[in-house]
């Protein structure tokens, strides 16, 4: 069951529903302050106007909020590439200086350009395009509302519909899109929430590198 980042600590119920939809139990749930921080993008002017292309938050959100029947994924599962995380889950995003309201709903993993990008588990590739904010992306459907998306890559291995399975090249590294410089975004939705991967895979946290801002 996901919770979203940017739900209110505090005291709630939870309903747990039959496939009838009726109510078989309930229960008393606290989702506590995860503490997270802020984070400074430097963008140049050209970075800092790109729009999505017609259609490409639509597709995006469409495949986000899609659940399949079938189960594809299994554990455990592998981060796709094997740099550290330069930019963490759930840290509030600034443009610039400039508060966006908006948090950082994944994983910004360093890594090399052209470095591959492997599918975390087995499922079905849904989305390969070539997009204009989040660059080349590939998004893969696990199953059962378990799915994972791809961003910014420098050219594909994969094809729309393709079976996959943990460890299958999909793509390969690169900076597409609203990128600073080559390294892998990555987001992990369940039931159309995007959750922590870190919970999922062990990744390693990168050094802190002085005045330097994160790679988004």
């Not at 050209?46 to 189960?71: C, I, M, W």
């Not at 590294?173 to 939705?189: A, E, I, K, Q």
Request: aromatic share 6%.
């Amino acid at each position: 069951m996901p919770i979203p980042a940017l739900e209110q600590p505090g005291a709630y119920d939870l309903q747990i529903m039959g496939k009838d939809g009726q109510i078989v139990q309930t229960a008393s749930i606290t989702v506590r302050d995860a503490h997270f921080h802020s984070q400074n993008i430097i963008l140049n002017e050209q970075l800092s106007e790109l729009k999505p292309a017609p259609g490409e938050t639509e597709e995006a959100t469409a495949f986000r909020n899609a659940v399949s029947s079938e189960r594809y994924w299994t554990e455990p599962l592998t981060a796709p590439v094997a740099g550290c995380v330069t930019s963490p889950f759930g840290v509030k995003r600034l443009h610039n200086g400039k508060v966006t309201g908006d948090y950082h709903a994944g994983l910004d993993q360093r890594s090399p350009s052209g470095g591959p990008i492997r599918a975390v588990t087995g499922g079905i590739v849904k989305i390969v395009r070539h997009w204009q904010l989040h660059g080349n992306t590939v998004a893969i459907d696990h199953g059962q509302g378990f799915e994972t998306i791809y961003l910014h890559m420098s050219k594909f291995a994969t094809t729309e519909g393709a079976v996959v399975q943990a460890g299958d090249v999909i793509g390969y590294v690169g900076s597409t899109g609203r990128s600073t410089g080559p390294h892998l975004h990555w987001s992990m939705y369940v039931n159309g929430v995007p959750v922590n991967p870190t919970q999922w895979v062990k990744v390693q946290e990168c050094a802190p590198r002085a005045k330097k801002a994160a790679k988004k």
